[in-house]
């Protein structure tokens, strides 16, 4: 009597494919299709901004990344590898961001530029105007403070968790009369 030498167990075409899969080397594969939810995909390039989820989004040297309200500021702050008017390395120390900060250059080329002015004669009038631009900006600050203040409640939770009304005066005149100080003070 011969022994039988097959194998009596019947495979599922799902482990014939993944056994396919192995030997072929494609270990990855899927090896059924499966009914249900497909995600929609969009596929963004780089500089593309797009909403999602209430978020701006960008695509920046090929990374996802969301757009906040500081980007402006930090464009501002960071300093670029290179200056933008002369094209020479910008080294990072303090004078360097400081002018950069200023002026959108760096030292050397502030330098030139009022060495130039400096000759021309128009100094005390470029420095008037930067110490008007600098007032100026200080006093825009100061009333956008100040209208903050005015739409602020006048309640506050203490630490403890009471609510506190805080009176006192009349916050409407007391504004009215700020106003109209930032008023003259501009003309």
Not at 54 to 77: A, F, H, M
């Amino acid at each position: 009597m011969e022994k039988e030498t097959y194998l009596k167990k019947e495979f599922t075409s799902k482990e014939v494919n993944r056994m396919r899969n192995l030997i072929t080397g494609k270990v990855g594969d899927k090896t059924q299709t499966l009914g249900g939810y497909e995600k929609k995909t969009n596929v963004y390039l780089e500089g593309d901004i797009w909403e999602e989820r209430g978020k701006s989004w960008t695509i920046k040297r090929g990374i996802k990344q969301s757009i906040t309200k500081l980007d402006k500021l930090k464009q501002l702050v960071v300093l670029p590898l290179c200056c933008p008017e002369c094209k020479k390395p910008i080294k990072v120390n303090d004078i360097e961001k400081k002018m950069y900060g200023i002026h959108g250059t760096c030292f050397s080329c502030v330098l030139e530029k009022e060495q130039q002015i400096k000759n021309s004669g128009d100094w005390e009038d470029y420095e008037s105007g930067k110490v008007k631009a600098s007032r100026f900006t200080s006093l825009e600050d100061f009333e956008e403070a100040v209208d903050s203040w005015f739409k602020d409640k006048d309640t506050f939770v203490t630490e403890a968790g009471d609510i506190e009304t805080w009176t006192g005066g009349d916050k409407q005149k007391l504004y009215d009369q700020i106003k109209d100080e930032i008023r003259n003070l501009k003309k």
